[in-house]
């Protein structure tokens, strides 16, 4: 199974939106609504801020929202703030009943 | 809350076998997917393995030659065994717990555990 593909680093400054992309194929991302998304800060491990494409957990601000469209899922952070400077994940569960991550996009705050 | 705690020997030969614990505490450990995934030094996550607490077992097509996942109820802990390892093994090990109800996320992570295949 090959990673799911995300820019591999995006910018903003604080209080405008970005957007990271993560693409995948038929038998991950567009097969089903099973993509999270995860934040890491360094030296921590991944929280996850969205699951099953739009959904967020209990606690995690509403300035993250996610979407899909075919094999392509989004999230979007609005309002950056510099806290939200991380690595964020996309991954997705495939056909094959296994997981599968993308590279990684480095957010940085300006 | 559940919590998991991985531990290992830190540094492992080339061509040897890394064997690696999760111990589940502040919950059961029935009814749930486990999973093991691992990060390189500076690259991206990697899923590993899951077992579910009866035994059943899936793994990454890339790594299943080499992987063993386990479980053991009665101790709570989940078990990783990779064999023949090289330099390219070297990374952060977590375990996670995929959350309830969805086979779409981990909600749960452990701290990580940093292994270094080295002679």
């Known amino acids: 199974q090959s990673a799911l593909t995300q820019p591999a680093s995006v910018s903003g400054s604080p209080g405008q939106s970005i957007t990271i992309s993560c693409t995948g194929t038929?038998?991950?991302?567009?097969?089903?609504?099973?993509v999270s998304w995860y934040q890491q800060h360094p030296g921590k491990a991944p929280k996850v801020i969205i699951y099953?494409?739009?959904y967020r957990p209990s606690g995690v601000s509403n300035r993250f929202s996610g979407s899909k469209s075919d094999n392509t899922a989004s999230l979007t952070i609005s309002g950056l703030q510099a806290e939200d400077e991380a690595d964020y994940y996309c991954s997705s569960f495939t056909v094959s009943s296994t997981w599968v991550f993308g590279g990684g996009t480095k957010l940085t705050v300006l | 809350q559940v919590q998991l705690q991985e531990s290992g020997p830190g540094l492992v030969r080339p061509s040897e076998t890394l064997s690696l614990t999760c111990a589940v505490s502040g919950g059961s450990i029935s009814s749930n997917y486990w999973s093991w995934i691992r990060q390189p030094p500076e690259k991206g996550l990697e899923w590993i393995a899951y077992?579910?607490?009866?035994?059943?077992?899936n793994y990454n097509p890339s790594l299943k030659s080499r992987v063993t996942i386990s479980v053991d109820t009665s101790k709570r802990q989940i078990s990783l065994k990779l064999s023949s390892v090289t330099a390219a093994d070297t990374a952060v090990y977590f375990c996670?717990?995929?959350?309830?109800?969805?086979?779409?996320?981990?909600?749960?992570w452990g701290q990580g555990t940093k292994v270094t295949v080295s002679s």
């Open positions: 077992i579910y607490h009866s035994g059943s077992t």
């Open positions: 996670a717990r995929k959350q309830e109800g969805t086979w779409g996320t981990f909600d749960i």
């Open positions: 038929s038998t991950d991302v567009d097969a089903y609504n099973y």
């Open positions: 099953d494409v739009t």
